[in-house]
C-alpha cells in the first residue's frame, strides 16, 4: 500500500514540462505503426530523466544516451489507473517499448523521433509536442 502512494506522489510530483505537452516533450504519434491514442508522450531532461504518459497512465524511468541509441533502465515509478479498451493495449505496448536499449532515427527537419527497440515490441513514433 505505502509503495502504490509513494508511486502516485512521485508521478503527481513529475515536472510541468512532462506532464503536459510542452517544454521539450514529444507526443506519442504511432505504435507498432499504428495511430496512437490521444495523450501519449515522452519528454527527457539533462540528467537523464524520463517521464511520459502513455495515453492513461504516466511514467517515470531514467535512460543513458549514446550517439543514435537510448538505454532505459528500469521503468521507475508508474500510476496505476484502469485504462478503457484502446488504451490499454497501447499502454502495455509503450512500456514494452521503453526497456534495454533501443535505437532513435530523429529527422530534424520534421521534428520527429522514432524510438526503435531491439526486441519484438512495437516502434513508437513522436512528433516534437509545440
Known amino acids: 500500500m505505502r509503495f502504490a502512494l509513494a508511486t502516485a506522489l512521485a508521478c503527481l510530483a513529475l515536472p510541468a514540462f512532462a506532464q ?3 517544454g521539450g516533450g514529444w507526443t506519442l504519434i504511432s505504435v ?3 495511430a496512437a491514442e490521444p495523450g501519449g508522450g515522452i519528454a527527457f531532461s539533462a540528467d537523464g530523466a524520463v517521464f511520459g504518459s502513455t495515453g ?3 511514467f517515470q524511468t531514467t ?3 549514446a550517439p543514435g541509441v ?3 533502465m528500469d521503468l521507475g515509478a508508474t500510476t496505476r489507473m484502469a485504462c478503457p479498451g484502446a488504451l490499454d493495449a497501447q499502454e502495455a505496448q509503450v512500456l514494452s517499448a521503453l526497456k534495454g536499449t533501443v535505437g532513435v ?4 527537419v520534421g521534428e520527429r523521433m522514432i524510438l526503435i527497440p531491439q526486441d519484438d515490441a512495437p516502434v513508437l ?3 516534437r509536442a509545440d
Open 32 to 34: 507498432g505503426g499504428t
Open 105 to 108: 532515427a530523429y529527422d530534424p
Open 125 to 127: 513514433g513522436f512528433v
Open 70 to 72: 537510448l538505454t532505459f
Open 20 to 22: 503536459g505537452q510542452g
Open 63 to 65: 535512460a543513458v544516451s
Open 56 to 58: 492513461c497512465n504516466r
